[in-house]
């Protein structure tokens, strides 16, 4: 048990839905992550936030839209989604920056978009 | 040129067997290292940073050479629970999040 918890852990919608993912960390830590893995593809960071605050987008598609409400919940909502957008999309987060701190990631979504 | 490139696998040695995984960076900027572990249908998780001096942790010895931007990770006396993928991992700027992956290196350790 890693003290990243996320919801749903399946998850199957039509293009036409809107839908969202929901990470909640238990750690205390200030940083949140969202992350994809495509089938025989690295992981791709999407979204970072610190104290709340978005520091990275990574030329993510705006049907993907992040939320963090504090520090210990991070959303993904999803509307009109593409097939191609099938993937596990995984939370991480970790404590106080330092260059060699550990990220700890949920046990992830599978998404699949039909 | 990709950011972080691995020797896809599958690595199938025997148990007992020494088995070594390379991965190279392309960013020279590049500062800090680690090697993740993902077991099927699982999430990463860290199995070791990666320091300059190297570094070993019983059964595993990590290296980095900066001036071929080189990384290694070297598994001994391998045994059945270490089959998984193991991901090198790269933090691009020094600053918290930015943590860029490899596909990773699946091994597969038979009885």
């Known amino acids: 048990e890693t003290g990243v918890t996320q919801t749903p852990r399946h998850l199957v919608m039509g293009m036409t839905n809107k839908k969202s993912l929901k990470c909640e960390q238990h750690?205390?830590?200030?940083?949140m992550y969202w992350y994809k893995q495509s089938a025989k593809k690295p992981l791709e960071l999407m979204f970072v936030y610190n104290f709340k605050e978005q520091t990275e987008n990574n030329s993510v598609p705006s049907r993907f839209s992040p939320e963090c409400p504090n520090s210990s919940h991070l959303f993904l909502h999803l509307h009109t989604l593409q097939p191609e957008d099938s993937a596990l999309y995984l939370c991480a987060s970790s404590p106080p920056y330092k260059d060699y701190n550990e990220q700890f990631f949920g046990p992830g979504t599978r998404l699949t978009v039909l | 040129r990709k950011e972080v490139e691995q020797d896809p696998g599958p690595f199938n040695v025997p148990e007992g067997a020494t088995v070594a995984f390379n991965c190279t960076y392309s960013?020279?900027?590049?500062?800090?290292f680690f090697w993740y572990r993902q077991d099927c249908r699982k999430e990463p998780k860290l199995l070791m940073s990666?320091?300059?001096s190297g570094n070993e942790d019983g059964r595993f010895t990590a290296q980095l050479n900066r001036a071929s931007q080189y990384i290694s990770l070297l598994i001994r006396d391998s045994k059945l629970s270490d089959s998984a993928t193991y991901l090198c991992v790269v933090n691009t700027r020094g600053s918290q999040g930015n943590l860029i992956f490899g596909k990773g290196t699946k091994l597969s350790v038979k009885p």
């Open positions: 990666v320091y300059s």
């Open positions: 960013n020279s900027a590049s500062q800090s």
């Open positions: 750690l205390g830590h200030n940083a």
